[in-house]
């Protein structure tokens, strides 16, 4: 997956998460964390595409010291340890989603970037289908 299909990916499903999240924010325990996380991810996927990959990994083709991203990845963190604590999403559907998104952060650092990034993007949906079926359909 190349760099501006994967973040136009990303964006979209950060979009529809925050619908999402916005519409049953009364019901979701610390709900407003995860309306942070998603708007940081919208942030951050709107200025990788505006501004290009040369100019967001400009030194040293990296962006970890980007604020942006670390917003981004701080409250996604954050995001995971709020809903691990408040116990209203089932533990195993909680696990596959981590666990992709760990793989996929362990692929990019191995350099294997097309990959880590369509395991990503499934990640994104992963929470999409995790949304629905906690919040909108009561499977817990």
């Known amino acids: 997956m190349d760099y501006n299909t994967y973040n136009y990916f990303c964006l979209t499903t950060s979009i529809i998460v925050l619908a999402l999240l916005i519409i049953k924010i009364?019901?979701?325990?610390?709900?407003?964390?995860?309306?942070?996380?998603?708007?940081?991810?919208?942030?951050?996927?709107?200025?990788?595409?505006?501004?290009?990959?040369?100019?967001?990994?400009?030194?040293?083709?990296?962006?970890?010291?980007?604020?942006?991203?670390?917003?981004?990845?701080?409250?996604?963190?954050?995001?995971?340890?709020?809903?691990?604590?408040?116990?209203?999403?089932?533990?195993?559907?909680?696990?596959i989603t981590f666990f992709v998104f760990a793989l996929a952060w362990l692929l990019y650092y191995m350099n294997i970037t097309r990959t880590a990034r369509v395991l990503h993007s499934c990640g994104h949906c992963y929470v999409i289908v995790l949304i629905i079926l906690t919040f909108y359909l009561s499977i817990t």
């Open 26 to 95: 009364n019901i979701i325990t610390l709900g407003i964390i995860l309306l942070l996380s998603a708007i940081f991810s919208i942030i951050w996927r709107s200025t990788k595409l505006i501004k290009g990959q040369r100019e967001i990994e400009k030194r040293n083709n990296t962006y970890i010291d980007n604020p942006l991203f670390l917003l981004d990845f701080g409250f996604a963190i954050l995001a995971f340890i709020c809903i691990f604590y408040t116990k209203q999403i089932n533990r195993k559907f909680f696990g």
